[in-house]
Antibody, heavy 118, light 110 residues
Framework: VQLVESGGGLVQPGGSLRLSCAAS????????MHWVRQAPGKGLEWVSR????????TYADSVKGRFTISRDNAKNTLYLQMNSLRAEDTAVYYC????????????WGQGTMVTVSS | QTVVTQEPSFSVSPGGTVTLTCGLS?????????PSWYRQTPGQAPRTLIY???TRSSGVPDRFSGSILGNRAALTITGAQADDESDYYC??????????FGGGTKLTVL
């Protein structure tokens, strides 16, 4: 059972990146999925979540209007489209699953680093 | 805006017991916030310890326990070991699928 993120890298301010989170060993469609980030030397910050069928999404105020979470249950993969990136978006981005009946995160990915800098 | 507070740092002796807490800048933490706890060592992803106040995640030893103490959530570690030295984060569920993390507690075992 694991989640593996990819797609991070160096991007200029104002640029875009798309992160992916591939699930293995379990069926993604049974879990609410989230993105959580951690700026260098800082604590954890919840970013976004998406419902089981992908129709309902919620965002932190800090990314609302710039980031879009989505999922492809057929591919067992979660995504985060990040537009209009800012220096303060620099962080390790983790995907995490939330099982039914939990109000917490269960499985975490290893994280992917996003650096926004000119 | 919900602000979750944690002790910035704490220390415990090997074999000792320590209780880390998680509060709100305004108001009390109750089970309706479904407090959860995570451990993170440098360079690693977080690991879930406790969810829904006091339920241990799979594989978490019973040295770790969660509770509500007064108006705060609490994580108690008994029989502290050297490899318990980590950052510990709590999170509170505030509805709408949103969880808010505390700033984390750096636990030193010495």
């Amino acid at each position: 059972v694991q989640l593996v993120e990819s797609g991070g890298g160096l991007v200029q301010p104002g640029g875009s990146l798309r992160l992916s989170c591939a699930a293995s060993g379990f069926t993604l469609s049974s879990y609410w999925m989230h993105w959580v980030r951690q700026a260098p030397g800082k604590g954890l910050e919840w970013v976004s979540r998406v419902s089981l069928d992908g129709r309902d999404a919620t965002y932190a105020d800090s990314v609302k209007g710039r980031f879009t979470i989505s999922r492809d249950n057929a591919k067992n993969t979660l995504y985060l489209q990040m537009n209009s990136l800012r220096a303060e978006d620099t962080a390790v981005y983790y995907c995490a699953s939330r099982p039914p009946g939990w109000y917490a995160f269960d499985v975490w990915g290893q994280g992917t680093m996003v650096t926004v800098s000119s | 805006q919900t602000v979750v507070t944690q002790e910035p740092s704490f220390s415990v002796s090997p074999g000792g017991t320590v209780t880390l807490t998680c509060g709100l800048s305004s108001g009390s933490v109750s089970t309706t916030y479904y407090p959860s706890w995570y451990r993170q060592t440098p360079g690693q992803a977080p690991r879930t310890l406790i969810y829904n106040t006091n339920t241990r995640s799979s594989g978490v030893p019973d040295r770790f326990s969660g509770s509500i103490l007064g108006n705060r959530a609490a994580l108690t570690i008994t029989g502290a070991q050297a490899d318990d030295e980590s950052d510990y984060y709590c999170a509170l569920y505030v509805g709408g699928g949103i969880s808010v993390f505390g700033g984390g507690t750096k636990l030193t075992v010495l």
